[in-house]
């Protein structure tokens, strides 16, 4: 079945640490995002890209960086310079109208 | 500025009663309009959305949605509620020609007392 996989599931990081997320798709859409989601404030997005090898910023991009070497991945870092990386975080893809989200990623820092 | 408004953040139907859960947007574009369901650690479910046309919108689980552009508005309803309707509820704008980008208001939970 075509569906996006996030993984893991559950990550812990300790502060400082880089740490990678993971979004791969198998629905051959060219756009895919990251969202990140806190408790009382919905859906915030991070980065977005729409092709192969190019990505833009959304609202909330400090302390993050992407990468989108091929269609079907897109990989979140969070970096040691992100102050509240705590959260969960989706991500999606889309073509034309159609969405399809992640089960998510539940980042904790400790 | 585009942004999208829930007003309720929580909401306590008894099971059995009619639901409605308002959403009001700003966006300078024609937009498309979405309402997702999310259950707790889990990802969205699309429950509908709206492009264009028929302003009543049909989705699953027994939602309908009516695009009202005067309003600015996009309730979703649902005429008696069940027990595993509690979740939490996201109304989200985009338009492909913003690079297909969601804005998301800040949710609504649906609790549902027996």
């Known amino acids: 079945d075509g569906g996006i996989t996030q993984s893991p599931k559950y990550l812990f990081r300790k502060e400082g640490q880089n740490v990678t997320l993971s979004c791969e798709q198998n629905?051959?859409?060219?756009?895919m995002y990251w969202y990140r989601q806190d408790p009382g404030q919905g859906l915030r997005l991070i980065y977005y890209s729409q092709i192969v090898n190019d990505f833009q910023k959304g609202d909330i991009a400090e302390g993050y960086s992407v990468s989108r070497e091929k269609k079907e991945s897109f990989p979140l870092t969070v970096t040691s310079a992100q102050k509240n990386p705590t959260a969960f975080y989706l991500c999606?893809?889309?073509?034309?109208?159609?969405?399809?989200f992640g089960s998510g990623t539940r980042l904790t820092v400790v | 500025a585009q942004s999208v408004t829930q007003p309720d953040i929580h909401i306590t139907v008894s099971e059995g009663a009619s639901l409605e859960l308002r959403c009001n947007y700003s966006y300078g574009a024609t937009p498309y309009l979405f309402w997702y369901v999310q259950s707790p650690g889990q990802g969205l479910q699309l429950l509908l959305k709206y492009f264009s046309g028929d302003t009543l919108v049909q989705g699953i689980k027994g939602f309908e949605a009516e695009f009202k552009r005067s309003q600015s508005s996009f309730n979703l309803r649902k005429p008696s509620v069940h027990w595993s309707d509690a979740a939490e509820y996201f109304c989200a704008v985009g338009s492909y020609n913003q690079g297909g980008k969601l804005i998301f208001g800040q949710g609504t939970e649906l609790s549902v007392k027996p």
């Open positions: 999606a893809s889309s073509y034309r109208e159609g969405y399809t």
């Open positions: 629905l051959n859409h060219d756009a």
